[in-house]
């Protein structure tokens, strides 16, 4: 049974692809059927993602200033502003959020500021204003709005300023200190600045409307011109969740709200888009969802053909494949499982993986290969040496060899031509579901073939294995070979017992923890220091320094200034040890 799931198998894949294709196109011919309704589903959707990032966007922007003041609250040069400062913005202490700001003494006399748009409030005394007394009282910042017929909508945020007095009380713990009320830092945000930021993009003359209100007290702060205040609008306004609803003399309307949470303050953006005033949009989404659907059938038809071709394709293909198969057959080549062997690594190779193995005669790479024989894989060895040798050095009895001589030995398979070791590799891996392919004495493959032909071989078999339950092993002699050549079979294969390994093994648990959390944070962009290290292990600053200090040396990770930071970088050597 199982072995005609996997005859069929391709052809299954491609009736359930196809199944999926019609499954979609079936899908959008009955969303076009209800074009009416996805059409104004689509719009109050959109409309409410547009009304959650204005007033998200205008939240930032007023939290931005308020944090911007509470820092400027503890630079000590704030407290020696005076009058003539209204004629020089000092910019090294705002940013682009908050342009300009007042201050006010403890008596609530305001007795700087810090453009000439505000020196007309220079002498005002604010005592008994909420924007001082709620700072003076809570200690707190405090956020509040302000509307009336002499002027336009505004937000107020203001912030405490202290002074620290030293006070020494009769204890022996030294002198100790006390932070004094001395006045307030303030600025006003205008709305309609806000407005032309944030609101404006999103709402058109003649098409929609808007209301931005003080949800405690019911205040209108700022409303489009064809649209009655908050007050009066209230009890026409829908409670429930509902996006598309009849509104007063304007029919089915489309009505999206969002808070703007500030502290204790709560204000409220609602837009309102009448249906008949959609109509544009609506024909504008008619019309790509059409598009939509157009293309989603191009592409499904598209999908079909190419489905079909690549199936009838690998069709022909398995059709010469089974044809020239007589290839293992000619060599007398078969995969069997050995049941006894002599020697054995302590090690464990990744399938779907072409490991190198430089060494000059030590056969680390043979001991590899009887180890992956001992878990039960199917091995195929190409090898320099005699095979009768090799089998009896390694009590092989099964395993199929093939020689790397031009002798052409009767009794002995043997091939020197990379690529026709390609092909019966190719067919080994085929036939034998978990399998292990040693190719042994690189150094002298490439001696007899050009290699550039080499080169792609190994990018054949790395494709060749890279799903499979295959392990192929690489060895070589360095000396036998060029740099360039050997750096280009690293590049193809895992080093398994180069020097990464080593600088692995020099590693102590505590080490290989940090260099693997280093790297996870590196994957994430995310910024690595010292601090972050001693902060995630708890450990010493010095036992910090001591262990990143030898990741350095070892060249494991890469030690960068990031402003008043050092940054902390995993190379491509320290990700190679994590592998």
Not at 35 to 44: E, P, R, S
């Amino acid at each position: 049974m199982g072995g005609r799931i996997k005859e069929h198998g391709p052809l299954l894949l491609l009736l359930l692809s196809l199944f999926i294709v019609g499954l979609i196109i079936f899908s959008n011919f009955l969303s076009f059927m209800k074009i009416q309704a996805v059409v104004v589903d689509l719009l109050a959707e959109n409309q409410h993602t547009q009304t959650i990032h204005a007033a998200g966007r205008m939240e930032n922007h007023i939290l931005q200033v308020k944090d911007e003041l509470l820092a400027l609250s503890k630079v000590p040069a704030v407290s020696t502003l005076g009058v003539e400062s209204c004629s020089d913005t000092p910019h090294e202490w705002v940013s682009t959020t908050l342009d300009a700001f007042m201050r006010a003494d403890k008596d609530g006399d305001i007795v700087a500021c810090t453009s000439k748009r505000f020196s007309g409030f220079l002498g005002l005394n604010i005592k008994n204003k909420d924007y001082f007394t709620q700072p003076r009282d809570t200690g707190e910042p405090f956020i509040a709005g302000t509307f009336g017929q002499d002027i336009s909508p505004q937000i107020i945020v203001s912030v405490p300023i202290f002074a620290r007095a030293r006070y020494t009380p009769l204890s022996r713990y030294g002198t100790h200190y006390l932070e004094e009320f001395n006045g307030t830092l303030f600025t006003i945000i205008d709305l309609d600045y806000l407005y032309n930021l944030y609101i404006h993009p999103y709402v058109r003359a003649g098409k929609n409307s808007f209301l931005f209100y003080d949800v405690a007290t019911g205040e209108t702060l700022l409303k489009s011109p064809d649209i009655e205040p908050y007050e009066v609008l209230k009890d026409k306004l829908p409670i429930g969740d509902e996006l598309v609803v009849g509104f007063d003399t304007w029919g089915e309307t489309i009505i999206t709200s969002s808070e703007i949470i500030l502290g204790s303050k709560r204000f409220r953006l609602i837009i309102l888009t009448p249906l008949k005033e959609a109509s544009e949009d609506m024909v504008s989404l008619q019309y790509r969802h059409l598009f939509s659907l157009f293309f989603i059938l191009t592409v499904g038809i598209i999908m079909t053909v190419f489905l079909v071709r690549l199936f009838k394709s690998r069709e022909e293909a398995q059709a010469k494949l089974r044809q020239a198969s007589i290839t293992l057959e000619r060599y007398g080549i078969q995969g069997s499982l050995e049941e006894a062997k002599y020697a054995d690594a302590d090690v464990s190779l990744a399938s779907g993986k072409v490991y190198l193995i430089k060494e000059e005669g030590e056969n680390h790479a043979h001991e590899l290969f009887i180890s992956s024989l001992n878990k039960g894989y199917v091995g195929l060895g190409v090898i320099r040496e005699n095979p009768a040798v090799f089998r009896e050095r390694y009590n092989l009895e099964k395993t199929a060899l093939i020689w790397m001589t031009k002798a052409k030995p009767a009794d002995v398979p043997a091939e020197t031509d990379i690529r026709g070791l390609y092909t019966l590799i190719a067919e080994f891996v085929q036939k034998n579901e978990k399998c292990v392919i040693l190719l042994d004495r690189m150094d002298y493959l490439i001696s007899e073939n050009d290699f550039a032909t080499v080169v792609r071989v190994l990018h054949s078999l790395n494709d060749l294995i890279l799903h499979k339950d295959c392990i192929i092993i690489l060895s070589v002699n360095p000396r036998l070979v060029s740099e360039a050549q050997l750096g280009a079979l690293e590049a193809e294969a895992i080093d398994y017992y180069g020097k990464q390994l080593e600088k692995r093994v020099a590693l102590s648990e505590k080490e290989l923890g940090i260099l693997r959390y280093i790297n996870e944070q590196n994957v994430k962009n995310k910024l690595v220091t010292y601090g972050a290290i001693t902060a995630q292990f708890k450990i010493t600053k010095p036992t910090t320094r001591v262990r990143i200090q030898k990741l350095a040396d070892l060249g494991l990770v890469r030690v960068e200034q990031v402003g008043r930071f050092k940054s902390l970088k995993v190379t491509s050597a320290g990700r190679r040890v994590l592998r």
